[in-house]
């Protein structure tokens, strides 16, 4: 019995931010930081910040807009970050549950299934929002699925592709024929908003899958997964439950430190590094996997990509469909949405799985922080 992509879903957040909103917070935000620190700016003791600008973060990133959970308070000079209020746990369903209810309710009725037709949900994201019970067991019950299994996996940007080969797995294991990969992302909270290299890179989201095994074609068949990791610390959010003391140990004030701008705990990148040696290695795990399954590339009609940069985007398919490859073998929604990190790869599989034809093959692939990369093998029904 095969496996397949049955339904897939896209939770958009209510508000969008521009690039031209976003500098004009951020270099409000630099004025007041040089004014206020000026006398030591002027002795040498302290370096000036550096504005920002819509054209500069289109032409490193591609991204022209993202969407938030959030707008009022991120764009607040003096908070610069989400303020979502707490909602009391097993009364009402949290934000990061609601958000993946929503997704996980679209995929199902793409799939044209009910929540307890379902044996297991996982969610794969870059940040969960506590430790336990896990996001994943809550929206199961959001949902109304009693029975099944439910778990939450982190494996950063690469969590989706990752999620959809556990799914795989626990079916090839006998757990279950129809499990939900759930990617809930609110990156805005884990974002450093006074960092000017990177306080425009993300935005939130929550997309869903449905893997099922099936006897009847459907969907997107499940050819083949192939993940890898290899530790780097050129991405990387140290933000955790150990802060508070790793701080007062320090004798220094989490709070303040948090409110400058090249704070280490919040998301950081060098995103030089990154380009340099991720792109190659992204090129030749999909290289790889297609020589393993007796594939070509130029079999491939579709690559539904990681939106982590617009410029690693196009060098990836170069590398692999060839120099003069035709742009839309890799279609982008990072301009609209920005990075959404796990969710990423799902958005674009969403919002362009209908364009291919009948037996047509694509490759799913994800990478980010670890460094992690999945690809998986994809052909349509």
């Avoid at 990133?61 to 991120?74: A, E, F, L, T, W």
């Avoid at 590398?319 to 839309?328: C, E, L, V, Y």
């Avoid at 009948?358 to 692939?365: H, K, Q, T």
């Amino acid at each position: 019995m095969k496996t397949y992509i049955t339904g897939t879903g896209l939770y958009i957040p209510p508000y969008s931010i521009s690039n031209e909103e976003l500098v004009e917070s951020f270099n409000q935000y630099v004025d007041n930081y040089n004014h206020q620190y000026a006398n030591e700016i002027e002795a040498g003791n302290r370096e000036a910040l550096k504005k920002s600008s819509a054209e500069f973060i289109e032409k490193v990133s591609g991204i022209k807009s993202r969407y938030v959970m959030d707008k009022k308070n991120i764009l607040d000079p003096e908070i610069m970050t989400p303020v979502l209020p707490a909602r009391k746990l097993g009364e009402e369903l949290t934000v990061m549950a609601e958000m993946g209810v929503d997704a996980l309710k679209q995929a199902l009725n793409e799939a044209g299934i009910e929540a307890n037709q379902l044996d297991g949900v996982i969610v794969a994201c870059s940040n969960l929002p506590r430790p336990y019970p896990a996001l994943s067991i809550e929206i199961q019950h959001g949902i109304g699925m009693e029975g099944g299994f439910a778990y939450d996996m982190n494996v950063a940007c690469s969590a989706a592709t990752f999620g959809i080969a556990q799914a795989v797995g626990s079916i090839k294991a006998g757990l279950g024929s129809k499990i939900a990969v759930v990617n809930v992302e609110i990156t805005t909270a884990h974002l450093n908003w006074r960092n000017r290299d990177s306080h425009f890179i993300f935005g939130d989201v929550a997309t869903a899958s449905i893997i099922e095994a099936s006897d009847i074609p459907k969907g997107y068949e499940i050819i083949d997964s192939k993940l890898y990791t290899q530790f780097s610390t050129n991405i990387k959010n140290e933000y955790g439950f150990l802060d508070k003391g790793e701080y007062l140990a320090a004798e220094k004030d989490l709070y303040c430190d948090l409110k400058e701008p090249t704070t280490d705990k919040l998301f950081l990148q060098n995103g030089r590094k990154v380009f340099r040696e991720v792109c190659p290695k992204v090129s030749e795990i999909i290289t790889t996997h297609l020589e393993e399954n007796n594939l070509q590339a130029d079999e491939v009609k579709m690559m539904w990509l990681h939106q982590a940069n617009i410029n690693m985007i196009h060098l990836i398919l170069r590398s692999i469909a060839g120099k003069q490859a035709d742009p839309s073998i890799a279609p982008t929604v990072i301009d609209e949405f920005g990075n959404t990190s796990s969710a990423s790869p799902i958005i674009v599989f969403h919002r362009f799985k209908d364009k291919l034809q009948s037996g047509d093959l694509g490759v799913m692939c994800s990478f980010g922080a670890g460094y992690s990369i999945g690809s998986v093998l994809l052909r349509k029904v």
